[in-house]
């Protein structure tokens, strides 16, 4: 039996797909809004695709989308889309002591599908950062039932956007799944508070060209979550005992 067979037929694998098709629905119509967007801005349906199966960020893809559209110059439109992610670096960081034993390769390949409700849900049924036999199965599960989703309706939007009017409001429908991921991200009041500072950081630099207000509320909200991190005290771990 190949290694990627045991992947699949583990029980974490369903348990991860299961668990990630609940909010399925939400990443799928995500995907949807920005397949459509792409090609509403102006982008040809192979640069589109090549975007969005390249990128595979959709809140990357958003920020730049404007960017591109306004000629910004392309130092802008990367630095844009490399804050966005920064996200994924922390996450990532988090990761580590999970999938370090793993071969380069494989992690690699695993960095690719990584996206934000993986990291959630993982994190939320493997708490403590220690390898374990029903990790990898479980990432894979969650992983790909997302990526499908995704790429399912993204391709979707792109291929029909031509079809599709504009006065639909898809804008808005974007915002929308936008607001339902990131309430589902909201679990504690770090978070909380980091959403709250990102949004009013957000209107404040609003006046700011090239949309670099977002830039500003992904600064502020990364320095205020780390400046809670770091002063929130740690509970100790239970001891145990020896015998």
Same mark, same amino acid.
């Given at each position: ?195 709250? #500072? &990102?949004?009013? =950081? %957000? *209107? +404040?630099?609003?006046? $700011? ?6 830039? #500003? &509320?992904?600064? =502020? %909200? *990364? +320095?205020?979550?780390? $400046? ?10 239970? =001891?145990?005992?020896?015998?």
């Amino acid at each position: 039996m190949s290694e990627w067979e045991r992947i699949r037929r583990h029980p974490e694998f369903r348990r991860g797909a299961s668990e990630m098709s609940g909010i399925a629905l939400g990443v799928a119509a995500w995907g949807l809004v920005t397949g459509v967007a792409m090609v509403k801005t102006g982008l040809s349906v192979p640069v589109a695709l090549a975007m969005s199966l390249l990128v595979f960020a959709g809140s990357a893809q958003l920020a730049a989308l404007p960017l591109i559209v306004a000629g910004a110059p392309i130092w802008v439109v990367w630095a844009t889309a490399i804050c966005v992610n920064l996200r994924f670096v922390i996450q990532s960081a988090q990761w580590r002591p999970y999938l370090a034993h793993l071969p380069l390769k494989q992690r690699a390949l695993m960095s690719y599908v990584a996206a934000d409700l993986n990291y959630v849900l993982f994190m939320a049924r493997f708490p403590d950062p220690v390898p374990g036999p029903g990790q990898v199965p479980y990432f894979w599960g969650g992983s790909l039932m997302n990526f499908g989703a995704w790429h399912v309706m993204s391709i979707v939007g792109i291929l029909f956007a031509s079809v599709i009017p504009t006065e639909w409001g898809f804008g808005f429908a974007g915002v929308l799944a936008l607001l339902g991921l990131v309430c589902s991200l909201l679990v504690d009041r770090g978070t909380w508070i980091a959403a709250a #500072v &990102a949004g009013c =950081a %957000a *209107v +404040a630099a609003f006046a $700011l060209p090239f949309k670099l207000n977002i830039v #500003v &509320a992904i600064a =502020a %909200a *990364v +320095a205020i979550g780390l $400046l809670i991190d770091h002063t929130t005290p740690r509970t100790p771990l239970p =001891a145990t005992d020896p015998t």
